[in-house]
C-alpha cells in the first residue's frame, strides 16, 4: 500500500532553524491530511491538519502546506527545538480510511 | 485531557491461539478504529467501527480477525488463530466524526506471536 509516502527516512535540523517535512499521496479521494507526531513507547499523537478545500494551516510553529495538483504536503516547523525530535507521520483519509506514510525521524540538534 | 486507553500494553500468546486486544475509546466519539504496526513499517489501517457495525476495512482485515464493542465503553479486537505474523503493536483510535477530525491514539499494545 503506498498510497501515502514519505521518501525521506531521517531528517536532521539545528535547533533555532526551519524542518520541513515532505509528504506526497497517490489516491485523488483523501480529502482530509494530518500530521502525527510518535515517541517510543506511545501512540500516535496528533499535531496539525489540513483539509482539502485549504492550501494552508497554521498552528503556531507548526504549518502545514497542501498542494493538491501535486498532491504533495509538508510539514514546516519554525524554530525547531529538540524536544520536536520524534518520527513524524503523515496521513491522508478519505471518510473513515485513514492511510500513513512510513514516517520521517526528525533529529534537531541543540 | 481525555485520552484513549489501551490493555494489556503487552501480549504474549502461542501461535494458534485466540488473543483480544481491548481498547476504550474517549467516551463521546463515535469512530473507532484499529490499526497495526509491524516493527520497522509504517502503521497501517485495519478497520473502522460506527454504529456497532463495521464501516471499513483494509485487505489486511481478513476473517480471522473481528471486532465488537461488547459494551458502552470498550472496543476490542480479535484474532482468531494467531499467526507468527501477526506480531506489531496494535494501536486504537477514536474520533467524534468520521471525516475532517483527527482520531486520538492510545499508546498500543505489543502483541508477540511465539
Known amino acids: 500500500d503506498q498510497q501515502v509516502k514519505q521518501n525521506s527516512p531521517s531528517l536532521s535540523v539545528q535547533e533555532g532553524r526551519i524542518s520541513i517535512l515532505n509528504c506526497d499521496y497517490t489516491n485523488s479521494m483523501f480529502d482530509y491530511f494530518l500530521w502525527y507526531k510518535k515517541y517510543p513507547a506511545e501512540g500516535p499523537t496528533f499535531l496539525i491538519s489540513i483539509s482539502s478545500i485549504k492550501d494552508k494551516n497554521e498552528d503556531g510553529r507548526f504549518t502545514v502546506f497542501l498542494n493538491k495538483s501535486a498532491k504533495h504536503l509538508s510539514l514546516h516547523i519554525v524554530p525547531s527545538q529538540p524536544g520536536d525530535s520524534a518520527v513524524y507521520f503523515c496521513?491522508?483519509?478519505?471518510?473513515?480510511?485513514?492511510?500513513f506514510g512510513a514516517g520521517t525521524r526528525l533529529t534537531v540538534k541543540p | 485531557e481525555p485520552e484513549v486507553t489501551q490493555t494489556p500494553s503487552h501480549q504474549v500468546t502461542q501461535m494458534g491461539q485466540e488473543v483480544i486486544l481491548r481498547c476504550v475509546p474517549i467516551s463521546n466519539h463515535l469512530y473507532f478504529y484499529w490499526y497495526r504496526q509491524i516493527l520497522g513499517q509504517k502503521v497501517e489501517f485495519l478497520v473502522s467501527f460506527y454504529n456497532n457495525e463495521i464501516s471499513e476495512k483494509s485487505e489486511i482485515f481478513d476473517d480471522q480477525f473481528s471486532v465488537e464493542r461488547p459494551d458502552g465503553s470498550n472496543f476490542t479486537l480479535k484474532i482468531r488463530s494467531t499467526k507468527l505474523e501477526d506480531s506489531a503493536m496494535y494501536f486504537c483510535?477514536?474520533?467524534?466524526?468520521?471525516?475532517?477530525?483527527?482520531?486520538?491514539f492510545g499508546d498500543g499494545t505489543r502483541l508477540s506471536i511465539l
Open positions: 483510535a477514536s474520533s467524534f466524526l468520521d471525516s475532517n477530525q483527527p482520531q486520538h
Open positions: 496521513a491522508a483519509s478519505a471518510r473513515n480510511d485513514m492511510r
